[in-house]
Every structure is written in structure tokens, then in C-alpha cells.
């Protein structure tokens, strides 16, 4: 079981980028799935999370109403949005997922390591 997140790239300050964090050998549906990143030389830093039921999705203060998070269980896939990014969104951004079925609750935490089933992470990087 793995996620593999994609999209990632350079982009312009006031650009956006969406991500998407596959899911491989394993069914998304009934994971909670949570979004984080991590600067260089700072500590990992929840974004968002999106419930399995629902779903419900809530954000870090950091992020909320720039950053959109969605899931498609028949793709097998969620997504990040990202809109009005500004170099202080440099990092490398990765996903997580947890064992939570029929659970509409969700909770930013920036605790990566409780996460059973975690990602490689993609660059985003803004600058002109």
C-alpha cells in the first residue's frame, strides 16, 4: 500500500497548482486523508484533512481559503488545490492516509508520524 502525490512543479506567485495523491494497492474509500508540507529547514506542517463520510474537510488557519481539498474514491485519488500561491508555499507537500471508516470527523495535525500509510511527497516551488 502507498500514495503517490503528483502535480508539483514551479510556479509564478499568484499561480495555482492542483496535487493529487494516488492511492496503489489499496482503496482510498474509508481513509481519512490528511495534507502536509515541509519548507526547508522547518518542521512538517499539516495543511487539511478530508474525512472518509461526508466528506468533511477542514484547514490549517495558514492555508484556509487558498487551499482546497477533494476526493474522487472512483479515481482512487484526492487533491490538493492551491490558489494565490506565494513563495512561503515552497516545500515539499505530501499526503497521508489513515484507517477511519464511516467517520465524518477529520483534524489538521501537524503529528505526520501517525499516519500508517504515507507519501514521497512532490516540490512545489514559487518564484518568479
Known amino acids: 500500500s502507498q500514495l503517490v502525490e503528483s502535480g508539483g512543479g514551479l510556479v509564478q506567485p499568484g499561480g495555482s497548482l492542483r496535487l493529487s495523491c494516488a492511492a496503489s494497492?489499496?482503496?482510498?474509500?474509508?481513509?481519512?486523508i490528511n495534507w502536509f508540507r515541509q519548507a526547508p529547514g522547518k518542521e512538517r506542517e499539516g495543511l487539511s484533512c478530508?474525512?472518509?463520510?461526508?466528506?468533511?474537510?477542514k484547514y490549517a488557519d495558514s492555508v484556509k481559503g487558498r487551499f482546497t481539498t477533494s476526493r474522487d474514491n472512483i479515481k482512487n485519488t484526492v487533491y490538493l488545490q492551491i490558489n494565490g500561491l506565494k513563495p512561503e508555499d515552497t516545500a515539499v507537500y505530501f499526503c497521508?492516509?489513515?484507517?477511519?471508516?464511516?467517520?465524518?470527523?477529520?483534524?489538521?495535525?501537524?503529528?505526520?508520524?501517525?499516519?500508517?500509510?504515507r507519501g514521497q511527497g512532490t516540490q512545489v516551488t514559487v518564484s518568479s
Open positions: 497521508a492516509a489513515d484507517w477511519t471508516p464511516f467517520t465524518r470527523f477529520c483534524a489538521v495535525v501537524d503529528d505526520w508520524g501517525r499516519y500508517p500509510i
Open positions: 494497492g489499496f482503496t482510498l474509500g474509508g481513509h481519512t
Open positions: 478530508i474525512s472518509d463520510d461526508g466528506p468533511t474537510t
